[in-house]
């Protein structure tokens, strides 16, 4: 940038000219000095006045440098160049940036040059303000996603579209507040551990949630699991002893896992506890007080056992006051989609890759498969497509991608034998063939209503959200 004037002789300037320009240039908020080609400066505004509280009438004529020592309008004028906005700090916690062009006369030699400091210090205190605000803002989200994930967050990662189950789910919140032992009863992979610590967190408990599986421990080792024991209670036993689940559980939960294999010897000791509310150390006389709330989870039938003398009939009516059934994943078909989305949502963001939906065809298949291994098994599928999906750079899930005892339900089509693959291919053709009823029901029904949401929701009674979700489903336009 060359200016191609000396701003402040008068044979450029009238002396009316000059006052109006110093005018003008006092009343801006940037510090302003120019200095003449031998460094001597020639023009000091007001706002630099006040900004380096030095006198006017102290600094002009004066070298620049006797004022500041490292000023950078000697530099310009040696060397000619322009600098901009170069961060300074002139004193203890003030801040400006200052840019520095030379001036020119007509013929383009350089006759002096003029700096520009801006005073930034208020935002850099603005700007540390809003670090600091920033950091203490992360430290309160961690404190805060600390306390969420306990929760409320546990009852919000068991999700379903099934109305039934939605009303179970609900049930077991409220019921999550009260001392009530809960029995949790469904197929595996259905989400028992899930509802346990969604119960425990959503109880507001203060202690801690200790799960023990029933079905993993040797029956020798229970006993001193649940109940703990005193220094040499046994040989082998740690010389200090050992605390038992059921005091690490105080003021918590003891969740009792697979509670249809505790061993039926333990039963009784069980049912003791359960009774008096307090438990005594193996090789100790001394009871405890415990406070303890039992959540326990099976798959299998509790009454059966009974019947069959494996479960005694006192024990399950302590533990089971107040029971949830959760359906296996086949029951509950609608909720296939909504889970494996889910799924794929969060296995892509590990992945980092982007998979938008699962097609039809797939889906197709997961209708027909009656996973057994119910929430887990279809997670696992899921998680290997999208690795797979990943591995092979692919932006969609192929059929493939899938393990091969479900690519069998579309591989078999072709043979004549009556399969069970076969039979799955009819119930896919089954919900393809309601799903086409549903969306014309749906369709006729808007037309009825003149496109009137709710009206079609009366008239099909259901709810809005229902008729929402399905029109997205059938891809019928929300907003017509
Ligand atoms: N309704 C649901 N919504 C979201 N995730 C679910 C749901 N149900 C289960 N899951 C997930 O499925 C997996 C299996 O759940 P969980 O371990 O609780 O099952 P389980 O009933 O205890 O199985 P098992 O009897 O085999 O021990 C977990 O990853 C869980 O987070
Ligand atoms: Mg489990």
């Known amino acids: ?98 840019s520095a062009v030379p001036l020119y006369d007509k013929e383009g030699n350089i006759i002096g040059a003029l700096a520009r400091d801006r005073d930034i210090t208020e935002i850099v205190k603005i700007s540390d303000l809003l670090n600091k605000t920033q950091l203490s803002l992360l430290q309160l989200e961690q404190e805060y996603s600390k306390i969420s994930s306990l929760g409320e967050s546990y009852f919000s990662k068991i999700i379903s579209n099934n109305a039934s189950f939605i009303q179970v789910i609900n049930l077991c919140k409220n019921i999550s507040k009260t001392p009530l032992n809960i029995l949790l009863r469904g197929e595996s992979g259905t989400g028992k551990e899930l509802f346990a610590k969604a119960i425990h967190y959503e109880s507001g408990r203060k202690g801690k949630f200790i799960p023990i599986n029933c079905s993993a421990i040797p029956s020798e080792l229970f006993e001193s699991e649940l109940f703990g024991y005193e220094p040499g209670a046994f040989t082998g036993a740690k010389i200090e002893g050992r605390i038992g689940k059921f005091e690490e559980a ?29 438990v005594i150390r193996i090789g100790g ?125 579309e591989l078999k089509k072709s043979t004549n034998n009556i399969s069970v693959s076969e039979i799955n291919e009819l119930k896919c053709g089954l919900e393809e063939y309601i799903s086409n009823v549903e969306k014309t029901i749906i369709e006729n029904s808007l037309k009825e209503t003149n496109y009137n949401k709710s009206e079609t929701a009366k008239l099909l009674k259901i709810p809005r959200a229902t008729l929402y979700y399905k029109m997205d489903k059938y891809g019928i336009p929300i907003d017509e």
């Open 250 to 278: 105080e003021g918590g939960t003891l969740f009792l896992d697979e509670i249809g294999d505790m061993p039926m010897g333990l039963q009784p000791k069980l049912l003791r506890i359960l009774e008096d509310g307090e």
């Open 285 to 409: 006389h001394k009871p405890k007080k415990i406070d303890v709330r039992i959540v326990s989870a099976t798959n299998k039938d509790i009454r059966e056992l009974i019947h069959e003398n494996k479960f005694r009939q006192d024990l399950y009516y302590r533990l089971d006051v107040f029971q949830v059934n959760i359906p296996p994943l086949r029951e509950r078909k609608g909720d296939i989609i909504l889970l494996a989305n889910k799924f794929l949502q969060e296995f892509c963001m590990e992945q980092g890759i982007n998979i938008i939906e699962i097609p039809q065809d797939i889906l197709n298949v997961f209708y027909a498969h009656s996973w057994d291994g119910n929430v887990r098994e279809l997670r696992n599928v899921i998680q290997r497509s999208v690795i797979l999906a990943a591995q092979a750079r692919n932006d969609k899930i192929e059929k493939s991608y899938l393990p091969s005892y479900m690519r069998n339900i």
């Open 1 to 98: 940038m060359k200016v191609g004037v000396n701003i402040l002789t008068e044979s450029v300037f009238s002396d009316h000219d000059k006052k109006l320009f110093e005018y003008i240039l006092d009343n801006i908020p940037d510090s302003i000095t120019i200095v003449d080609v031998n460094c001597k400066v020639i023009f000091f505004n007001a706002t630099a006045e006040e900004y380096y509280h030095i006198k006017r009438e102290d600094i002009l004529g004066e070298d620049v440098l006797i004022f500041f020592p490292g000023a950078i309008l000697p530099k310009v004028i040696e060397n000619g160049k322009s600098y901009f906005n170069i961060y300074n700090s002139p004193r203890r916690n003030s801040y400006v940036v200052l």
